[in-house]
């Protein structure tokens, strides 16, 4: 059974830009979080998808926003980059809603760097 | 507002060892807290999951206990091996529905 899969794994890009990072859930799971990790924060939740519908957002500004499809994929998007938004962002999956306490399934990963 | 803290910041043991980490936390209005695992450039591996109404977890050499009116986790580490060496995470989930994470507890486990 694949597990969590996040693309890109690595990527830079320049402040003012914008980036787009996907997350393939395990099959047959419906709930989809993202979660970003900084040296200096640590890891801060950012949103949760369930059924193709935003249950949750923590708090990060506008410029965060993601969506869910209908199979369940997930994408994240961060517009206008600041050097700050550099990060490891991680998606996690799982059967049920986190509200309902289903086990959480990470995947490796997006590392995005500002430059 | 929720804050996690988890001590130590680092831990540095001989193997066979066991090992107790802390995770505490300022509200108790939890529903559950879960304890995680990092390797260096990977994601998180959940080890156990105690829901609110629970004491205590087991899997294997690992036993996570709860006591929410003190706001106190601990993650039991039995007859430590290298293979354990990486960093620890709790998280609770909160009165918003949201997952609170403490910044971890780095394990080194030396042959």
């Known amino acids: 059974k694949a597990g969590v899969t996040q693309t890109p794994r690595y990527l830079i890009k320049t402040r003012g830009q914008q980036v787009t990072l996907s997350c393939s859930p395990i099959?047959?799971?419906?709930?989809v979080s993202w979660y970003q990790q900084t040296p200096g924060q640590g890891l801060q939740f950012l949103f949760e998808?369930?059924?193709?519908?935003?249950?949750n957002k923590g708090n990060f500004p506008g410029r965060f926003s993601g969506r869910q499809f209908s199979n369940s994929r997930s994408e994240m998007n961060v517009s206008t980059l600041e050097l700050g938004d550099s990060a490891l962002y991680l998606c996690?999956?799982?059967?049920?809603?986190?509200?309902?306490?289903?086990?959480?399934?990470f995947g490796e990963g997006s590392r995005l760097t500002v430059l | 507002k929720q804050e996690v803290t988890q001590i130590p910041a680092a831990l540095s043991v001989p193997e066979g060892e066991n090992l107790v980490l802390n995770c505490s936390f300022t509200?108790?209005?939890?529903?559950?807290l879960q304890w995680f695992r990092q390797d260096p450039g990977k994601g998180l591996t959940s080890l156990l999951l105690?829901?609110?109404s629970q004491r205590e977890q087991t899997s294997g050499r690992l036993n996570a206990s709860l006591d929410k009116s003190s706001g106190r986790s601990t993650l039991y580490i039995a007859a430590s091996q290298p293979g354990d060496s990486a960093t620890y995470l709790c998280?609770?989930?909160?009165?918003?529905?949201?997952?609170?994470w403490g910044a971890g507890t780095k394990l080194i486990i030396k042959p």
């Open positions: 996690a999956s799982s059967l049920v809603e986190t509200g309902n306490t289903g086990e959480l399934f």
């Open positions: 099959s047959g799971h419906r709930s």
């Open positions: 998808y369930f059924s193709e519908t935003q249950r």
């Open positions: 509200d108790s209005a939890i529903y559950n």
């Open positions: 105690i829901q609110s």
């Open positions: 998280a609770v989930l909160d009165s918003n529905y949201q997952l609170i």
